[in-house]
């Protein structure tokens, strides 16, 4: 599931560049949820006039099914109250940190996974 996307529509140089740029933070990006756990409930099939995905609602106050044990030695940050919005906030200042510019393609947050994208004649 993407939590930030980084760039969109980049040369591969710009893309290069961005990598360079920020790539001393990924290992700890993409760890993050470790020890910040966003809980996600209600997944649903949605679409758009360029792509289909399984969607999700922030939990709050859903019973939980599952209880997964945080390591010993790491202070984990969880519960209802941290959502999926809280978790794109703290990793987009992490990117930012970094120095790069974040450019999403997509202004609005959402919890989804991209099942497909819709192509055109253009697109090949």
């Known amino acids: 599931m993407t939590v930030l996307e980084l760039a969109h529509s980049k040369t591969p140089e710009q ?5 360079t740029t920020v790539r001393s933070a990924i290992p700890y990006m993409t760890s993050f949820t470790y020890s910040h756990r966003a809980r996600l409930v209600k997944p649903m099939i949605s679409y758009d006039l360029s792509a289909f995905a399984v969607s ?9 099914r599952a209880q997964i044990a945080a390591p ?3 202070r984990v ?12 906030r703290d990793v987009f200042n992490l990117a930012q940190s ?9 202004q609005v947050p959402s919890a989804h996974i991209t099942l497909g994208r819709y192509l055109g004649e253009e697109d090949h």
């Open 56 to 64: 999700f609602l922030p939990a709050s106050g859903e019973k939980r």
């Open 98 to 106: 970094t120095g790069v510019e974040v450019e999403s393609r997509y």
């Open 72 to 74: 010993a030695d790491q």
């Open 15 to 19: 893309i290069a560049s961005l990598v």
């Open 77 to 88: 940050v969880e519960g209802d109250q941290y959502t999926y919005h809280h978790l794109r």
